[in-house]
């Protein structure tokens, strides 16, 4: 089975980054949909370390903006959702629920913190390439940020948890006013390798 050229068009072709996004607000429960497709990506032993805020008021948005670079701090201020793609370091705590037919799974962490860091980095990538995906099939629009002060963000928001940011994601439905020309992708001889 696959998806039509529609489905296609809709989650890479004709999908873009959003700028700015229209008054339409986000429900929580549409959040909570969000988030019950998302975790079925897949992530390494199924370690499934992203964690994921959602500041959906403006007391929470105002607590975000000392750490926003100046580019990103308008727009972020203005959309209906913004989410804090973190991890937790510690995921492996949760594989003896995640991980169940390998009680041995823990330990591989436990006792390398280089394989820990490096596994809790990459799935948690992953997992908010997930939520990308995830909102632009259920019809939402995102634009991903890197350009804050992860520091600031851990302090504000992600100490109490023990976790980490990664990067943020405006969520609503985009306004199309706000969409940059597309940027040209290489071409599938400069990325790509046959052997
Ligand atoms: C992880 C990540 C971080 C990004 N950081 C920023 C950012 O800080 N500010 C910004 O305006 N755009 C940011 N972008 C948006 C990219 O520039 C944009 O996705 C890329 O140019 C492709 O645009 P398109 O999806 O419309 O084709 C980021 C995108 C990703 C995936």
Same mark, same amino acid.
């Given at each position: 089975?696959?998806?039509?050229?529609?489905?296609?068009?809709?989650?890479?072709?004709?999908?873009?980054?959003?700028?700015?996004?229209?008054?339409?607000?986000?429900?929580?429960?549409?959040?909570?949909?969000?988030?019950?497709?998302?975790?079925?990506?897949?992530?390494?032993?199924?370690?499934?370390?992203?964690?994921?805020?959602?500041?959906?008021?403006?007391?929470?948005?105002?607590?975000?903006?000392?750490?926003?670079?100046?580019?990103?701090?308008?727009?972020?201020?203005?959309?209906?959702?913004?989410?804090?793609?973190?991890?937790?370091?510690?995921?492996?705590?949760?594989?003896?629920?995640?991980?169940?037919?390998?009680? /041995?799974?823990?330990?591989?962490?436990?006792?390398?913190?280089?394989?820990?860091?490096?596994?809790?980095?990459?799935?948690?990538?992953?997992?908010?390439?997930?939520?990308?995906?995830?909102?632009?099939?259920?019809?939402?629009?995102?634009?991903?940020?890197?350009?804050?002060?992860?520091?600031?963000?851990?302090?504000?928001?992600?100490?109490?948890?023990?976790?980490?940011?990664?990067?943020?994601?405006?969520?609503?439905?985009? /306004?199309?006013?706000?969409?940059?020309?597309?940027?040209?992708?290489?071409?599938?001889?400069?990325?790509?390798?046959?052997?």
């Amino acid at each position: 089975m696959a998806i039509d050229d529609a489905g296609l068009d809709l989650l890479f072709r004709e999908a873009r980054t959003h700028n700015k996004f229209t008054d339409e607000p986000v429900s929580d429960q549409t959040l909570h949909e969000l988030y019950e497709i998302l975790k079925f990506g897949p992530t390494s032993a199924n370690s499934s370390p992203a964690r994921f805020l959602f500041l959906r008021t403006k007391e929470a948005k105002e607590r975000l903006a000392p750490a926003l670079s100046s580019g990103n701090l308008a727009k972020t201020m203005a959309a209906p959702v913004t989410v804090i793609v973190a991890y937790d370091p510690k995921f492996h705590e949760k594989l003896p629920k995640l991980f169940p037919h390998n009680p /041995d799974a823990q330990s591989w962490f436990t006792s390398n913190d280089a394989l820990a860091a490096t596994t809790a980095f990459r799935n948690g990538t992953l997992q908010g390439a997930w939520l990308i995906m995830a909102a632009r099939a259920m019809g939402l629009d995102t634009g991903a940020m890197s350009g804050f002060d992860n520091d600031k963000v851990d302090k504000e928001f992600l100490a109490e948890h023990g976790w980490r940011s990664n990067f943020l994601v405006n969520l609503g439905r985009g /306004d199309w006013e706000g969409v940059f020309a597309r940027s040209p992708r290489l071409d599938f001889d400069e990325a790509c390798v046959m052997l």
